[in-house]
């Protein structure tokens, strides 16, 4: 089983950034994508940004020019540069990884943050 493993979460300030790291915990082939999702309280878990097999990638309209995706396929590593955060960035934010012919979903247990001053 496949777990992605998340780190880099915590309190920052309207304003500041953060950097997002997630490992899958064994090696994966056939990666169709990786990605990053957040859930707020109350809200429906949405896309924040992902990177294809191919390095295409997409971005939520409220993180286009704030947030990068980016990844190190050797090491099955997916991060997320965010910048000039906002207080409605505060979210629970889990990595994705899509692979396999199935196409299988694996999710990360997710890691918090929050931008509060």
């Known amino acids: 089983q496949v777990q992605p493993v998340e780190s880099g979460g915590g309190l920052v300030q309207p304003g500041g950034s953060l950097t997002l790291s997630c490992v899958a915990s064994?090696?994966?082939?056939?990666?169709?994508?990786m990605g990053w999702y957040r859930q707020a309280p109350g809200k429906q878990r949405e896309l924040v940004a992902r990177?294809?097999?191919?390095?295409?990638?997409n971005y939520a309209d409220s993180v286009k020019g704030r947030f990068t995706i980016s990844r190190d396929a050797a090491k099955n590593t997916v991060f997320l540069q965010m910048n000039s955060l906002k207080p409605e960035d505060t979210a629970v934010y889990y990595c994705?990884?899509?692979?396999?012919?199935?196409?299988?979903?694996?999710w990360g247990q997710g890691t918090q943050v929050t931008v509060s001053s």
């Open positions: 990177i294809l097999s191919g390095g295409n990638t």
């Open positions: 994705n990884i899509v692979a396999g012919f199935s196409l299988v979903n694996y």
């Open positions: 064994r090696r994966v082939f056939n990666i169709n994508a």
